[in-house]
C-alpha cells in the first residue's frame, strides 16, 4: 500500500510540475466550442468560456498541492510546538492549554476553516491560512498526548535535571520518539486539506478568478451538473486520486510502523505421525497436561523455536523448566496455555490439559478453568487504567458467569490467602498504589480465584527482589498444596526452581537436554548434560517456606 501511495503521488506532482508548462495555455485558452460534452479535441469537455476542462484540471495540480502542503506543513509545525512546548511548561500552564487544546478540537475542522477564512478573506492564502490554524489543533493534542508519556521518561527526566535547555530537550528526546505517529498523521492530514481546501474553493472562499484550483473547478462543475456532468469529473477525479495517494501513504506508514501489522495468524497443527523422538519419552497419557512432541516455527523465516518437546505433569505436580535466555521455556508455555504469539506455528502429536484436546476450539470458559497464568512482570500484567477489583474480576463475571458482588467477594478471600493486607481496600486500588510484590500477590490471588488445574507461572519472580520472590514462591507452594493445583513453573535459575519443584525439565536451543527426576538428590554429579552441571554450579540455594528441597531443610 505504501509504494501503491509513494508511486501515485509522485505521478500527482509529476503533473504538478509538467502540466503548467505544457498546458499552461491550453488551460486559459478560450474557443468557440463552448460547454462541451467529451469529444475527441476536449475529452473532459469545455467550460461556458470554451476553456479546455482536462486541460485546467492538470494545470490546477500544482495551485491545489502546494497550498495543501503548505497548509499541512504550517499546521503540522504549529500543533507540534504547541504539543510539545505544553508538555514541558510548567503543571497550572499545561493543563490550562490542555484544556484549551480539548476545546479547540472539539469544533470540526472544517468548520473553523470556514470560520477563519471568512474572517482572512477569500483567495488562496487566506484558505491555507484558515485550514491551517483547523488542522493546528490536532496536530497538538496528538503531540501532547505523545508527549505526555516520552516526557516522564528517565532520559527525558535526567536530561532535564542537568540543565538541558528546555528547546534542546524537546528537539533531542522528544520530538524524534514521536516521529512515526507524526508522520502517519501528517500523510493523513493532507489527505483532509485537500478536501477542505477543495471545500473552501467550492463555497466561493478559496481561489478567485482568474486563479483556479480543483475546487472551484468543482464548483463551476456542479453549477451545469445536470446539463454537462462531465465536467466535474476532471477535478473529482483529480482530488479522490491525490487524496487516495496521501491516505494510501499515511496507512502504509502505519503498518510498516507496526511489525505486527504483516504478521500471519498463529497457527497449532496436528502433527500427522509422532516422531521418533517422542517415542524414546514416552508421556503416560492420563497425566493433567500431556505435550507430545511439540515443535513451534516461525512462520516467516522456517526457524523451529522448540523442537520435539515431550513433557507431562501430573495432578498436583510442579514441572520447572530452566534454561538460558531464548530456549524456548515461554513459546512452550504460550502453546499449553493456547496464547501462541502470531507468526508462529506450533504442531504436535498430542496436546491435551485436564481431559481436553487442545486443537480443538475450547472455549473461554472450558481454557479459564483448566489453566491460570502468572507473568513475569506484574507491572505490565495488570492495566493500568483500571482498579483491581475491576479488571480482576472480569474473567469471574465474564467467563466463569459469576455475578459482580460474588466476584469481589471471592477477590477478598482470595487477597487474604495471599496475605493482601486491607483486601477490600485494594479492590478499589490502582495497580500503581501497590508495590511490585504486592501486585505479583494479587495477580496469584486473580490465578487462585478461577480453581484452575493448572498454574503456568513464566518467571513470576524475576522482576521482584529476593525477600519477595520467596513469599511469591511459598504462595504458590501454598497453592500447589492445599488447592491441588499443578503448576508449570519456568525460570531461568535453577536455584528457584529445586526449592519448589518436583521434576525440572532443561531446555537449550528450543529442546529438552535434560530431565531431572530425582531433585532430592541433585547435584552436579547427578546430572549428565555439560550445560546443567555449569547452571548447577552457578546456583545459589533458595529455600522457599513450605518446600522439602534438596541440600537445604524444610522451611518454616
Ligand atoms: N513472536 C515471536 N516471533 C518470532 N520469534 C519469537 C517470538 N517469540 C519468541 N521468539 C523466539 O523464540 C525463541 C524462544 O523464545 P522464548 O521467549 O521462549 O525464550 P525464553 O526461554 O522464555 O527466554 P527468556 O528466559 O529470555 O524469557 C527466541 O529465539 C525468540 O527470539
Known amino acids: 500500500m505504501l509504494y501503491v501511495g509513494y508511486v501515485m503521488f509522485a505521478v500527482v506532482l509529476l503533473v504538478a510540475v509538467i502540466a503548467p508548462i505544457y498546458y499552461g495555455d491550453s488551460a486559459t485558452a478560450m474557443t468557440s466550442t463552448r460547454n462541451s460534452g467529451p469529444t475527441g479535441a476536449f475529452p473532459m469537455g469545455t467550460d461556458g468560456l470554451g476553456r479546455d476542462m482536462l486541460a485546467r484540471t492538470l494545470v490546477a495540480t500544482r495551485v491545489t498541492v502546494l497550498a495543501a502542503i503548505s497548509a499541512t506543513l504550517l499546521a503540522a509545525l504549529a500543533g507540534i510546538s504547541i504539543g510539545v512546548g505544553v508538555w514541558l511548561a510548567p503543571r497550572r500552564v499545561r493543563e490550562a492549554s490542555l484544556r484549551v487544546i480539548e476545546f479547540w478540537v472539539s469544533y470540526p475542522a472544517m468548520l473553523v476553516a470556514i470560520v477563519v477564512a471568512a474572517i482572512l478573506g477569500r483567495g488562496i492564502l487566506p484558505a491555507v491560512l484558515a485550514i491551517a490554524v483547523a488542522n493546528t489543533a490536532g496536530f497538538a493534542r496528538l503531540t501532547a498526548n505523545l508527549a505526555a508519556g516520552i516526557a516522564s521518561r528517565d532520559y527525558v527526566v535526567t536530561a532535564r535535571l542537568m540543565g538541558v535547555p528546555v528547546g534542546r530537550v524537546a528537539a533531542r528526546h522528544v520530538v524524534p520518539n514521536m516521529a512515526e505517529p507524526l508522520l502517519i498523521l501528517i500523510a493523513q492530514a493532507f489527505a ?32 451545469k451538473i445536470y446539463t454537462n456532468p462531465i465536467l466535474v469529473v476532471a477535478p473529482a477525479t483529480a482530488l479522490i486520486f491525490a487524496s487516495m495517494a496521501a491516505l494510501f501513504i499515511g496507512d502504509g506508514l502505519a503498518a510498516a510502523a507496526n511489525p505486527r501489522s504483516n504478521t500471519s495468524r498463529a497457527r497449532m497443527l496436528r502433527a500427522p505421525v509422532p516422531a521418533p523422538a517422542s517415542a524414546a519419552t514416552p508421556v503416560h ?66 496436546l491435551s490439559l485436564a481431559g481436553a484436546d487442545l486443537f480443538d476450539n475450547l472455549s473461554r470458559k ?191
Not at 538428590?521 to 529455600?543: G, I
Request: glycine letters at 8%; proline letters at 3%; aromatic letters at 4%.
Open 192 to 223: 483532509g486539506t485537500l478536501v477542505e481546501l477543495a471545500g473552501l474553493s467550492f463555497i466561493g472562499l478559496g481561489a478567485q478568478s482568474p486563479a483556479f484550483d480543483w475546487g472551484s473547478l468543482l464548483n463551476e462543475g456542479v453549477k
Open 366 to 556: 472450558d481454557l479459564a478453568r483448566r489453566v491460570a497464568l502468572v507473568y513475569q512482570d506484574p507491572g505490565t500484567a495488570l492495566n493500568p487504567a483500571l482498579t483491581l477489583g475491576s479488571q480482576l474480576s472480569d474473567v469471574l463475571v465474564k467467563v466463569l458467569g459469576q455475578k459482580r458482588t460474588e466476584a469481589r467477594r471471592n477477590l477478598v478471600e482470595r487477597f487474604s490467602e495471599v496475605l493482601l493486607t486491607d483486601p477490600e481496600g485494594r479492590l478499589r486500588q490502582y495497580p500503581h498504589q501497590l508495590s511490585g510484590g504486592m501486585k505479583q500477590r494479587a495477580m496469584i490471588a486473580s490465578a487462585m480465584s478461577t480453581n484452575a488445574q493448572l498454574l503456568v507461572a513464566d518467571e513470576p519472580t524475576t522482576a521482584l527482589d529476593v525477600t519477595v520472590q520467596r513469599e511469591v514462591l511459598s504462595l504458590i507452594k501454598r497453592m500447589n498444596k492445599e488447592m491441588g493445583t499443578s503448576v508449570l513453573f519456568i525460570s531461568h535459575d535453577l536455584g528457584v526452581v529445586r526449592a519448589l519443584c518436583d521434576r525440572v525439565l532443561v531446555m537449550k536451543e528450543g529442546e529438552i537436554v535434560e530431565r531431572i527426576d530425582d531433585m532430592a538428590h541433585l547435584s552436579p554429579e547427578s546430572v549428565k548434560h555439560p550445560y546443567t552441571r555449569q547452571l548447577l554450579a552457578a546456583t545459589p540455594v533458595v529455600h522457599v517456606p513450605g518446600a522439602v528441597t534438596a541440600g537445604s531443610e524444610a522451611l518454616r
Open 285 to 350: 497419557s492420563d497425566a493433567l497436561l500431556v505435550v507430545d512432541d511439540l515443535s513451534v516455527r516461525h512462520n516467516d523465516s522456517g526457524k523451529e523455536l522448540v523442537s520435539h518437546v515431550s513433557f507431562t505433569i501430573d495432578r498436583g505436580e510442579v514441572l520447572g523448566i530452566v534454561g538460558e535466555s531464548g530456549s524456548g521455556k515461554s513459546v512452550t508455555a504460550s502453546v499449553v496455555a493456547k496464547l501462541l504469539a502470531e507468526g508462529l506455528t506450533a504442531s504436535a502429536g498430542r
